[in-house]
């Protein structure tokens, strides 16, 4: 990552300085005021408010992060490949659509429970139940149990995607869920390698390790024992929290808020891809968004360059289509066309569209994170006659206000933390083949669900590249969303914590200890 000096930089250190974030208690060379006496405790901030600590339910990344030690699933997509968590292993058919696990016979919930293949039914028979796995129930038929400590699952369809699905589900219990109800929310319990001890339902969540997790026979004790989450959402604040010692690692660092570490002493920065791309989303099912010129429009009015360096200080990647090349099956980047800034056709496809003086939208709905980046958005697409007013949403209402479509154009960020290809195709989809209108609404070609579908379908990844090649050059012109750069962030720790995967944005806890 190089080191930026242009003038902005200077200016926002400048503040944060004035602010008391460089002075005002920290030491003299601006490092932490100190390191834990208690070499076995950790405390993280995360920057968003909390809606829910069981994986079910919990919509955020950093709620997933905290969730990511308490549960476990059965298999993980790890280091290009899947490797058996709960599983000890597992077999699939040949057509993608039966997938037999033998599970292991030492796994207990931090309730006491025994994990069986009881567990795993509940779990994948319940999916349309849950808020936040409904939209994969459509890929799951039905479990069937062999013994208590085999399983097997159906799938309705061949497709990629089903061991995807199966990957990201955290296995939970039943009779923890069904007696706590909707106290499970805040009290979770999984068979993961800590355990949460309290929560006060506002700001701080505080985890302890699992005694009984069955990695440790393996792996040792963890140097961690305990953790502590603070919730603290403005980055300002959470700056000063660094500096005074009240927290000592901080993941997925908004760029510019992790610059003005890389000078300060007593920290240590780490970049990484956030695994996501930055996008404006349309509601295709509602004018004028129902008219791909509109939409060719917005993306000739963006000008890229500038917005990744007004909203990363340019550490993002000008990137407009909406994937990651870590993907598999994914296309090759410089073999597909590409939107060039050029407000002139913006305006012409604004005008054969019936727009000659502009459009006058509706309030466009943000979170304050996505502050900086939507201003500059609305002042790009101003200059070519598409004006609106910015309406700030608490996340919860605004996720409200997504998932019922209640919008015209959304400035968002959408994860490709899912390395499959067919994890971002299919939002494409028409709207009779998907469970979610968001993000395109009710877009629909015929021609795209089927290169989705054979990309789905086919086991080659050569073969896949070059379906999903001819995929994205139709969704070029169709442009149901246009995406604007690939995002990056930084891990901000104290310099005396170790991490043992700095490159991975979704900590595991065992993975970090003091120097001695």
């Known amino acids: 990552m190089k080191k930026l000096t242009s003038l902005l930089l200077t200016a926002m250190m400048l503040v944060l300085l004035a602010s008391g974030c460089g002075s005002s208690g920290a030491p003299a060379d601006g490092g932490p005021q100190s390191t834990p006496q208690d070499k076995d405790s950790v ?46 292993s597992f077999e699939m ?92 929310r805040f009290a979770p319990v999984g068979t993961g390698p800590y355990k949460l001890v309290n929560y006060d339902g506002f700001s701080t969540i505080q985890l302890e390790w699992n005694p009984e997790y069955y990695q440790w026979k393996e792996r040792g ?83 890229r360059d500038a917005l990744n360096l007004i909203t990363t200080e340019g550490t993002g990647l000008v990137w407009d289509y909406f994937y990651s090349p870590k993907q598999a099956g994914a296309p090759n980047y410089d073999d597909l066309p590409h939107y ?18 502009g459009l006058q939208l509706d309030p466009v709905p943000i979170m304050q994170s996505d502050e900086r980046y939507a201003v500059a958005l609305q002042q790009q697409l101003e200059q070519v006659g598409i004006t609106f007013e910015l309406e700030t949403l608490e996340q919860n209402t605004l996720f409200d206000t997504i998932f019922a479509m209640d919008y015209e154009i959304l400035p968002f960020g959408l994860s490709t933390e899912i390395y499959d290809m067919s994890y971002v195709a299919k939002y494409f989809y028409n709207k009779d083949l998907k469970p979610m209108l968001f993000p395109c609404g009710d877009f629909a070609d015929d021609q795209i669900d089927e290169l989705i ?64």
């Not at 990511?68 to 000890?88: C, H, S």
């Not at 000078?263 to 509601?283: E, I």
């Not at 496809?349 to 000659?356: E, K, Q, R, S, T």
């Not at 080659?460 to 995406?483: F, M, N, V």
């Open 43 to 88: 405390t993280i901030g995360i920057s968003v408010s909390l809606d829910s600590l069981e994986p079910m339910s919990a919509y955020s990344r950093e709620e997933q992060y905290v969730i990511y030690n308490v549960f476990d699933t059965l298999i993980e997509f790890y280091d290009g490949k899947y490797q058996p968590r709960l599983a000890e």
């Open 93 to 184: 058919s040949d057509d993608m659509k039966e997938f037999t696990f033998k599970l292991r016979q030492d796994v207990t919930f931090h309730n006491g429970e025994k994990m069986t293949a009881k567990d795993v039914k509940y779990t994948f028979d319940n999916l349309a139940n849950f808020a936040f796995w409904a939209n994969d129930a459509r890929y799951i038929d039905h479990t069937e149990i062999i013994d208590d400590y085999t399983v097997k699952i159906y799938a309705k369809d061949t497709t990629a995607t089903n061991l995807v699905v199966i990957s990201q589900k955290e296995i939970i219990n039943e009779k923890a869920v069904t007696e706590l109800g909707e106290k499970h």
């Open 221 to 303: 004790e963890p140097a961690i024992k305990k953790v502590t989450y603070k919730v603290i959402e403005d980055m300002q604040t959470m700056a000063m929290a660094l500096e005074a010692g009240e927290v000592d690692f901080v993941t997925k660092v908004p760029a510019t808020d992790a610059l003005p570490f890389e000078s300060k002493s007593g920290f240590t920065v780490d970049w990484l891809d956030q695994d996501g791309v930055t996008l404006v989303c349309y509601n295709c099912g509602t004018a004028p968004f129902n008219d791909k010129r509109v939409r060719q429009a917005v993306a000739y009015a963006i000008d």
């Open 340 to 357: 060039t800034y050029d407000p002139e056709k913006a305006k012409q496809l604004l005008a054969d569209a019936g727009y000659p003086n």
């Open 453 to 516: 579908r054979q990309g789905e379908t086919t086991a080659d990844l050569g073969e896949r590249a070059k379906i999903y090649t001819e995929l994205y050059k139709l969704l070029y012109d169709e442009q149901p969303l246009s995406a604007v750069y690939s995002r990056q962030c930084a891990t901000v720790k104290n310099q005396n914590l170790n991490y043992a995967h700095p490159d991975i944005l979704k900590v595991k806890i065992w993975d970090l200890s003091w120097n001695a």
